[in-house]
């Protein structure tokens, strides 16, 4: 078992609060907060979208591969990722073995209702069916975020409180 003083890593799918959850965690533990996203839009100058329509999604995971191998290296904090991470096995080797892995999971139905509105995924944009692309990116990526993942944590229809409490249960072993 992993000591809860290392890293905690927050995956799973896109509106699944990885972010929300992830500041109040980090907030609640006096930990910092990265997401590896904001970090990759800092440090490029440019926003996901504008990279994936640039570079595409190989030139965005590219980027999030040097990051991901970068910031999981730092100690006492906890990591927002993006919702691709687990695509690439050198992301994973690096998040399974330097800290705690919370996957973060969630239905299709509740990934569309929180995803709806926002033009920042550059993966639902020009997208007939949201919904149809959220169901396959899920059956490509829940088996991976599974294979990482030291606890499942299911956020469907919870508040950030409740999960951030479940999270700090089983980091404290009493779940």
Same mark, same amino acid.
Request: proline share 4%.
């Given at each position: 078992?992993?000591?809860?003083l290392?890293?905690?890593f927050?995956?799973?799918p896109?509106?699944? *609060?990885?972010?929300?959850?992830g @500041?109040l965690?980090?907030?609640?533990?006096?930990?910092?907060?990265?997401d590896?996203?904001?970090e990759?839009e800092q440090r490029?100058g440019?926003s996901?979208?504008?990279?994936?329509d640039?570079? *595409?999604?190989?030139g965005?995971?590219?980027?999030?591969?040097k990051?991901?191998a970068e910031?999981?290296? $730092?100690k *006492?904090?906890?990591?927002?990722?993006?919702?691709?991470?687990?695509?690439?096995s050198?992301?994973?080797?690096?998040?399974q073995? $330097?800290g705690?892995?919370?996957?973060?999971?969630?239905t299709?139905?509740?990934?569309a209702? $929180?995803?709806?509105?926002?033009?920042?995924r550059?993966?639902?944009?020009?997208v007939q069916?949201?919904?149809?692309?959220?169901?396959?990116?899920?059956?490509? @990526?829940?088996?991976?975020?599974?294979e990482i993942a030291?606890?499942?944590?299911?956020t469907?229809r919870?508040?950030?409180?409740a999960?951030?409490?479940?999270i700090?249960?089983h980091?404290?072993?009493?779940?």
């Open positions: 078992m992993k000591s809860s290392d890293n905690i927050l995956v799973g896109m509106g699944a *609060g990885k972010t929300t959850i @500041r965690l980090a907030s609640e533990m006096q930990l910092e907060f990265v590896s996203d904001a990759i490029s440019a996901i979208s504008w990279i994936f640039v570079e *595409g999604e190989p965005f995971r590219l980027r999030e591969k990051i991901i910031l999981t290296e $730092r *006492g904090m906890v990591l927002a990722t993006g919702g691709g991470v687990v695509l690439d050198q992301n994973r080797k690096f998040l073995g $330097r705690v892995v919370i996957y973060l999971m969630t299709v139905s509740q990934q209702e $929180r995803t709806r509105r926002d033009q920042k550059p993966l639902l944009q020009n069916d949201p919904r149809a692309r959220l169901t396959e990116l899920m059956e490509i @990526r829940d088996p991976l975020y599974r030291d606890y499942i944590i299911v469907h919870r508040g950030p409180k999960v951030c409490a479940e700090a249960q980091l404290a072993g009493k779940l």
